[in-house]
């Protein structure tokens, strides 16, 4: 379990924390800086003086990009430590003074139905459920993501809970992850194969995670395959393919659009859900409020 809980508790800290040397190289895939957007080393200096009273976190600067509140810009950190990683979003104010740790709330009549046109339009994974049910539920998830695997049962519980609700898998893996873009690949060829086989291979994987390793993954993501009830060889060249490659990047894509920043991020009818820890009947009041708007 990562050992800082929430970007919110590790903000805090900012008043006492203590420099020590930068250790840390950013990745970013920012466009260059405008004059709303802060540079990589206002970032990076930011997070130092943040966190580098702790010698065990370390971290990479994902994005910095125009935020979808106007005038702010956003930043994507993965900040990891303590055996696991945390994707963290940024707020900065126009003014360049004010970090705002978390997401804005979509605000309006009908707050989530833009989110829900956009979902509607661009999910390609595996589904579940009738078509045309009152409630669509999209799971952006990573085969290699523990937190994932613990969302499973929850939401099959959901599901069998909700026989008038359709559910949708979307592959989102982390880049933090160093196997997991492959298990989508896996994935994904195998729901285009076998629309009951996929759940059967998602389940495996998550089981099978501690086993699994970045030069192992192919050998057990054809094993799991054929395990699931298709050929493994064929999942195998399937996951080779370019057009699989543009798939998931389509996945990911979406997931950005949406406001994805870490997995599992669950959306019922287009509202997010930020927490899967909430009671089982929480849930499914949710859902079922959902149904009826």
């Known amino acids: 379990m990562f050992k800082t809980v929430s970007i919110l508790l590790l903000l805090a800290a900012m008043a006492t924390a203590q420099a020590r040397p930068a250790d840390n190289k950013t990745e970013s895939k920012s466009a260059t800086p405008a004059a709303n957007l802060p540079s990589e080393d206002t970032v990076n200096n930011f997070l130092q003086q943040t966190f580098g009273y702790d010698s065990t976190l ?68 595996p589904s579940k459920g009738p078509a045309n049910a009152p409630v669509t539920i999209v799971e952006f998830s990573d085969l290699q993501c523990p937190h994932c695997k613990d969302a499973a049962p929850i939401l099959d519980k959901l599901m069998a809970e909700e026989p008038n609700a359709r559910f949708v898998f979307q592959n989102y893996p982390l880049p933090s992850h160093n196997w997991a873009k492959k298990a989508a690949s896996y994935a994904d060829c195998v729901g ?67 406001g994805v920043s870490g997995t599992p991020t669950v959306y019922i009818n287009g509202r997010k859900i930020g927490n899967l820890g909430m009671p089982q009947e929480t849930l499914k009041q949710i859902v079922d409020f959902s149904a009826k708007q």
Do not use: H
Request: glycine share 10%; with cysteine.
């Open 58 to 125: 370390t971290w990479r600067i994902l994005e910095i990009k125009p935020s979808e509140v106007a005038g702010m810009a956003a930043v994507q950190v993965l900040i990891q430590g303590g055996g696991g990683a945390q994707n963290a979003k940024l707020y900065i104010s126009p003014d360049g003074k004010y970090a705002f740790p978390g997401e804005p709330m979509p605000f309006g009549d009908k707050p989530f139905a833009e989110t829900q046109a956009i979902l509607k339009k661009g999910i390609n994974g």
């Open 192 to 258: 285009r194969a076998s629309n009951d086989a996929v759940w059967t291979f998602i389940q495996k994987t998550f089981d099978a995670q501690a086993q699994i390793t970045e030069a192992n993954a192919d050998e057990k993501m054809t094993a799991i395959a054929n395990e699931s009830g298709v050929k493994g060889a064929d999942i195998a060249a399937c996951a080779a393919k370019p057009e699989t490659a543009t798939r998931i990047e389509q996945s990911l894509t979406l997931g950005k659009e949406v």
